[in-house]
């Protein structure tokens, strides 16, 4: 009977610690599920704000170069995925701006990053800036490596950005022109050519 009773209180005892484990438990999860939730947030609403400001920098450069700097900080505080868009929008603007990049060093590492992890539309990009870090750093191969990655992504991809499509035939135009492939600069001359109607045809049924 003894033996009965120490048993039950036992039991007892270790129901109740474990009853309140498990409200602890429940209340780390809940904490852990609404922190979560708010990062996830906070990193939709900087991701919105990177391209409200990548439209920005197609017609103001300066004024978007001066909207990310306000917001460089909260950027370098993101997930690593909204921290290489907001260095991929800074190569974006720099070459907007016309500012000589010094290494390839912010390219690669957004193109080594977005290759991995990205979109179709952020490899399309990353691998056009890296090009336009190459032709400012007058690495021509190079270049032309990446701007014709950036041309045959776009190419099998359903969705692409086609003003950075005739933007690249326009660099390829003139790189191969630089290095006298005639042949080749007429082809992308074309190119360049066909998509601009088609951009311009979609514009005007857009009016």
Known sequence: MQDIKIFCNFVVKYTFI??????????????????ICLASCRDSKMLKQIDEIKAMGDTAPE???????????????GNEYTRMKGMLLELRLRD????????????????????????????????????SVYRDLNDTPKALEYFLKSEDTAQKSKIRDSLLLRNTYSNLEFLLFYV????????MAKKEYKISEEIGKRNFKAI
């Open 18 to 35: 474990l009853y309140i484990l498990m409200k602890n438990t429940i209340k780390y999860i809940t904490l852990i599920i609404a922190i």
């Open 63 to 77: 004024k978007a170069m001066h909207a990310f700097d306000s917001l460089r900080i909260q950027i370098s505080k």
């Open 96 to 131: 907007k701006s016309y500012m000589i990049p010094v290494s390839d060093d912010s390219a690669r590492t957004v193109m080594d990053y977005f290759t991995k992890n990205g979109t179709e539309l952020d490899k399309q990009e990353a691998y056009y800036y890296a090009g």
């Open 180 to 187: 006298q492939d005639y042949t080749e600069t007429l082809k």
